[in-house]
T-cell receptor, first 113, second 107 residues
Framework: NAGVTQTPKFQVLKTGQSMTLQCAQD?????MYWYRQDPGMGLRLIYY???????DKGEVPNGYNVSRLNKREFSLRLESAAPSQTSVYFC????????????FGPGTRLTVL | KNEVEQSPQNLTAQEGEFITINCSYS?????LHWLQQHPGGGIVSLFM?????KKHGRLIATINIQEKHSSLHITASHPRDSAVYIC?????????WGAGTKLIIKP
């Protein structure tokens, strides 16, 4: 099992460019999450998907869109990147709700110039 | 005031010392998670607690629901324990994250 995979690992964008971060999990989990992590701050939830076909906003959704393509894949799109979106992005998944462990991908380090 | 507070923010100790990291929260929760983030960035779940105490190897996690407080203990600490330890609390689908405690164990 690969667990949770993310691509790319690193990306540099110019302001205004768009890109999609890909995430896939092979554990048959229902719930998937996108977080960003900034220096000195805790993880902040951008969007989550409780199950295939549903998505909901988290704490910091502005400037992002998501797609739950199928049960395995959950992508995060930046339509017009801004320097404030420079961060490390983590995808995670878990089965069900709070009582289950959350599994994380390796992260994508994004720099917006 | 943050809903999840961790202390200390930074901790440096000598190899072999007993380590305690604290987490206090102000919201009602279903479960509390402890995670470890390695210097390379990867995040690994250590414990998920809803009551009492759990032990895994040299790691022990406790939670007091009435006091809204949890502790993570590391016995016989080792340089490979150096990492950021993160507390997160949650109910339903979302977790609220602490800012993390950066632990450095010196040989």
């Amino acid at each position: 099992n690969a667990g949770v995979t993310q691509t790319p690992k690193f990306q540099v964008l110019k302001t205004g460019q768009s890109m999609t971060l890909q995430c896939a999990q092979d554990m048959n989990h229902n719930s998937m999450y996108w977080y960003r992590q900034d220096p000195g701050m805790g993880l902040r939830l951008i969007y989550y998907s409780a199950s295939e076909g549903t998505t909901d906003k988290g704490e910091v959704p502005n400037g992002y869109n998501v797609s739950r393509l199928n049960k395995r894949e959950f992508s995060l799109r930046l339509e017009s990147a801004a320097p404030s979106q420079t961060s490390v992005y983590f995808c995670a998944s878990r089965e069900g709700q709070t009582y289950n462990e959350q599994f994380f991908g390796p992260g994508t380090r994004l720099t917006v110039l | 005031k943050n809903e999840v507070e961790q202390s200390p923010q930074n901790l440096t100790a000598q190899e072999g010392e007993f380590i305690t990291i604290n987490c206090s929260y102000s919201v009602g929760i279903s479960a509390l998670h402890w995670l470890q983030q390695h210097p390379g960035g990867g995040i690994v779940s250590l414990f998920m607690l809803s009551s009492g105490k759990k032990k895994h190897g040299r790691l022990i996690a406790t939670i007091n629901i009435q006091e809204k407080h949890s502790s993570l203990h590391i016995t016989a600490s080792h340089p490979r324990d150096s990492a950021v330890y993160i507390c997160a609390v949650g109910s339903n689908y979302q977790l609220i994250w602490g800012a993390g405690t950066k632990l450095i164990i010196k040989p």
